[in-house]
């Protein structure tokens, strides 16, 4: 079982909800996020191009946060879902510095907090909250092992890339371009 | 390598950052939970369920607010059955929790006292003395002008109770600025072209849509989540979309072809797209030729109105206005040039709409697939009271013969009928003004001064401490719709459907839900018969059962949906048709405007422009907020917490602004902005314009997100050039300077 995410640039819209939808579903406290929302702009005008797109943890399967990780608080839980066991972490933010995606952030209560997939909704079988909540439909979760699932669907049909594959982490979130 | 440090995150949400709160929901922190030291949070089944209808925008979507038993709202998700947010709402209705955590939230009556120097400031007081106070105003000044002297503005579900409360007192001035100060010229346009309006939400078959054309309409950023849901499926099935903006919106982005055009030629485009749909042979022939008046006269009347000719004045090229008429003509009827939303524009915004419904009229869409659909709705039973005593007058009066087509009232209309002078004989005296922001709703702030300075009394009713509020005397505290029963949510779609508001814990402090106060009122008023129910259960209890449900059913359903009654969703082929226009047909030559001696048929006229060193000003919305209402709820702040100043790089190096400066504004009539921006240097936006979202620039103190952040476009819209035929403000002929230095500014509240 393998969990991965696609996301479609041509669909989002920058909304964020995804982003009030995580605050809300995972507690997380105000004026912090585990995903947030990027807009990328190329040319000049009137001859623009523009990518929208929803970011987070990318769950690697080569993951540095885990690595370097003192106390074994950031490990890889049930299908390749990247987890922080909060009494385990001692917030010394290596992890923070080795995530190229700059996709975790000191909990004011002391611990280092991040994207879990929603992983109590995934054991249940739901989505994860922004993939449930999204109005445009622009994001697919699922298992990669199943072919089946909505992820691979997706990813089947279409060009993707993920970000920064040159820092070897193997993210396992895709963007469908 | 690009990291997302490089690029402007639209949630500027900084991950290093200090801690701005802590959790707003500590009580169900599922600490008891622990796995292994992992924070899960808490099942839904853990929670109480309630059914809604969400307040943020007016899209009213339904969905269910989850709480605990102790009264603390969690998070509110979508109704999987409604046809406005098929189970997803938008980042307002999720982010709807921050209405209800407002730590700003008004908490109890106020009254305004006027101190010796003059000034004044609000005291506390008891709902009773409040009430008491307003009826004692309301019966002297109906005795002295009559109760038509008393006008309401609103907007949103509250209006609803004070409306009936304000009609059995004998007035029917009741006005909202959606109407005159929104989307009141694409309702008067498609009554003159179909005889009916567009209505909400707008019956754009957008999911089975060929080609979708957007004449400034932003979807995506304006996030009106049934439209925006279509629009992305629309997008998956391949749709082509084409944008006409001067700014590189998110629309634009997800666009075919984007057509920067000159702002305020819109019509223009238009009449040449027509004059190309027509004289290409490009329309739908048998439905022109079944169900329209006045093709020929129309032929004629564009003959002229060439691509070349609108190049011209547009900047658009002449191949590209060909290729996309060719375009719709090509997808045609499965064609939907979008009627839009905010539409007040330049004073000539019924005949911009005029424009689009006649396009649409061309391209035989309106009633088929991938068009506009033919919309249902239900009527909601009227609980039994009494009839309503007959006004001696109502604001039709008061506009003396002007905008004859006003469909709806014109809240201007009011504005100026509340200043006294000789020619004013409806003059307006007292104003209950419920969910609606007026000082950064209407331009021309000088105008609404006067007004407000005019009046013998003013209430207000908001569950925040909004401008208007400084300037009421007497100030109610409602509750959030989370907390109460409103109406019956009946709106048209596909499917006739109903939606229930309920409340999933009690009000907090001493708010009240609308109907509680107008109830009160009511009885304070002498008019017990109007409201001859305990509480609003009651009066919904009544009216589900009349339409064969429940309230009980209703609490565990949310949503209900009824078969249709009066045919299918589109027009049958070649299907008689009579529309509700003098001549029965599509009106492409309107004889209504042409008998009330405007032009029967669209005419491009020319709008000023910019002075040098100016540049047009252009609001419109981000998808995170609507209008000034959310813009101190925190979970809304955490997205979007001010507006930027978009400046295009060129003007920018001209005047040397660098990104995250902070500039304050002057218009062509020397406003100023009371705060200053922060300039975003972006190629979005063309360089002739700027460019800023609506509902910034709080003033009053006591809202401590929202203010000083960002400027107050409306502020800035002190010319306004009014529609002649509905009294819409057009608001897009206003131009600023940048002031780099701080002008010094004053702030009252």
Redesign the interface.
Known sequence: MRYAMAIDTKKCVGCSDCVVACQTENNVPHGYCRDWVVEVMDGTYPNLEMEIRSERCNHCDNSPCVRCCPTGASHYADGGIIKVKPHKCIGCGACIQSCPYDARYSHPDGYVDKCTFCKHRVDKGEDPSCVSVCPTNCMYFGDLDDPASDVSKALRNRKYKALAPEAGTKPQIFYLI | ?????D?????A?????????????ST???GSL?D??????L?DSEFIRTATYCEVCFWKCAGWTYSTSKGDI?????NEDDPH?N?????RG??G?GMFTDKDRLRNPLIRVRKEDGKSVFRDASWDEALDLIAKKFKEIAGKHGPESIALFNHGSSGKHFGHLLKAFGSSNITAPSYAQCRGPREVGFVATYGAGVGSPEPTDIRDTECMVLIGSHL??N?H?GQ??E???A??KGATIITVDPR?S?A???SKF?L?IKPSTDLALLLAWIHVIIYEELYDKEYVKKYTYGFDKLKKHVKNMTPEWAYGITTIKPDIIRKTAREMGDASPAVIVHPGRHVTWYGDDTQRSRAIAILNGLLGSWGRRGGFYLKESIKIPKYPTPKYPKPKWSWKDALDGKYPLAGLSVANGFIDATIPSEENKYQLHAWIVSGTNLPLTMPDKDTLNEAMNALDFMVVVDTMPMEITGYADVVLPECTYLERYDDIRSAPHREPNIALRSPAVKPKYDSKPAWWMAKELGNKLGLEKYFPWNDFEEVISYQLEELGTSLDEMKVIGVKKFDREYGGLYMGDGEDFEFNTNTGKIELFSTELAALGFDPMPKYTEHPEPPSGYYRLIYGRA??HTFSRTANN???V???GENNLWV??KVANIWELTNGQEVWLENQDGAVSKFPIKVRI??????DSIYMVHGFGHSNRKLSNAFGKGVNDSELITTVMVDPIMGGTGMRGNFVTFLTEDPGKEIES
């Open positions: 390598m690009k990291t997302r440090r690029f402007i995150k639209i949630s949400l900084g991950t290093a950052g200090a801690a701005v709160a802590t959790s707003a929901f169900v922190k599922a622990f292994w030291g992992e924070k899960t949070p099942d969690v998070k509110i998700l979508g947010c189970g997803r709402l938008c980042p999720t982010g929790v995506g950023e996030m989540n925006v849901q629009m992305s499926e997008i998956d590189y998110t634009a982005s997800k984007w920067p998808p995170m925190q979970n809304l955490d997205l979007m295009n790089p972006t190629e979005r936006i063309r360089w």
